[in-house]
């Protein structure tokens, strides 16, 4: 099993990650971190099988796959 974590207060909410997921897994969050911007999270740890698109795609390198 993979394991995915998030800078949350370092994440712009720009949802690339959220696109790159080929088992839609992340979400923009309802909580909004400390510069305004809903981060990203993901829904189901578990289903994750760690391909690391989603912080491929990232931007600003928020996003770390552990496996």
Do not use: W, Y
């Amino acid at each position: 099993m993979a394991k995915v974590s998030f800078e949350t207060e370092r994440c712009k909410g720009c949802g690339l990650c959220v696109d790159a997921c080929p088992r839609h897994l992340l979400v923009l969050s309802a909580k909004i971190n400390k510069k305004g911007h809903p981060a990203a999270e993901i829904t189901d740890q578990e289903a994750c099988v760690g391909c690391a698109m989603c912080a491929a795609m990232c931007p600003d390198c928020v996003i770390t796959v552990e496996r």
